[in-house]
């Protein structure tokens, strides 16, 4: 009988596989496994093959004798998960080999055999030598590297074969965690450091980069907040006194932090048109006791409100090709039309939500993708269609990560996620 967390890995493969967000069904059959070990276990399983998930179908593909998409879904996420086991973990080899046969067995026994077979031979004779990045950069991206051929493709073309390759590598590895402190729990520094989690400052004022000890009981109570560096440096843009929106809300991160900073009288308007993450949103509220944030029902592409805003952020809904480290599922379920369809969609947010931002007011925009079509091609057409706003001045602290005026956070400099971001201000 296979062990629960691989159990439970299995089945999160398979409903990516079929559509879910890999973070949905990790937080769902997460609950499933009392043991903090297990799903630890979990969440390296299911993470890790995603992320590696070009290269593993790549050397299954050249170990069986039938074609890779001819073999069932089943037995194609047992090969990935046990393959996975023997090139990546530090896992007893027939421990990886047997729990992924008997994973296949439960569910679609006549498949047993053929897992066990490729396995075997991956096990006596390893993976195939990886391209030379040097000679054929694409084809070690669209292999080793783990992306799809067309998002290699399109990163080789704009980014030149170094940067590409570098962003490339940077996906393969889980990402750092960052965190922001709670500003009501004065001891949290001191609870922290009793629970052995190390922090470290980073360029973005109070995140820290987390390392150690046992985070998330600290999480759970509302002690710390587990938000990316790129993330928080969004919100602290945002950060401004007056009447402030949040446009596209949930999860809540950056409301809660623009919350955090306000002074005076000022509150901020947490919007969310879904009303199962508007509930994730207000479980956080009041994990974290936050009083002057204001969440609101509403679609951000037909705001309900009836006056003007100081500051509205916009961190828009996008490919997320920026968050292929945090979010591997991404580069295996976007499409090249879907970031067309994102840069569209943002455009009618931007659109509908100019008319609200007071004179003088500012408008911050953001997206967790680097693509020219999500990020300058948007703003670009923005500020050209509406000479009364203008982009505004970085604070000083945000020189750092400015390429010409706007934020680009790329993760292969470990900073994070991949962010952009500009502040514009309404001037006319």
Known sequence: MASPARDAALEVLRRVAGGRHASDALDSLATRLADARDRALLHELALGTLRRRGWLDHVIGRLSDR?????????REALRLGAYQLLFLRVAPHAAVSESVELVRSAEPGAAGFVNAVLRR??????????????????WMSTAGSLPRWLAERWHARLGAEKALARARASLTAPPTFVRLNPRVLDAHERL??????????GVPEAYRASGGRLAPLADSGVVYVQDAGSQLVARLAV???????ACAAPGGKALLMADAATGGTRVVAVEASPRRLAVLRRLQARWGATRL???????LRPPFGREFDLILL???????????RNPDIRWRVTASEIDRQAARQDALLASLAP?????????YATCSLEKEETHDVVDRFLAERPHFAQDELPDWAAPFSLRGRVELDPARREGDGFFAVSL????
Not at 193 to 202: K, S, Y
Not at 315 to 325: N, R, V
């Open 67 to 75: 074609p890779f998409a001819e073999v069932s879904p089943v037995a």
């Open 122 to 139: 991956l096990q006596r004779e390893g993976p195939p030598a990886e391209p030379d990045p040097a000679f054929d950069p694409v084809g």
């Open 193 to 202: 450091a009793a629970a052995g989690v190390a922090l470290e400052p980073t």
């Open 240 to 246: 401004a006194e007056g009447l402030l929106l949040d």
């Open 294 to 300: 204001l969440p609101l029902a509403a679609d951000a």
């Open 315 to 325: 961190d828009a809904p996008c490919s997320g090709l920026g968050t292929l480290a």
């Open 356 to 364: 609200f931002v007071r004179r003088g007011g500012g408008l911050v």
């Open 425 to 428: 201000r309404r001037v006319g």
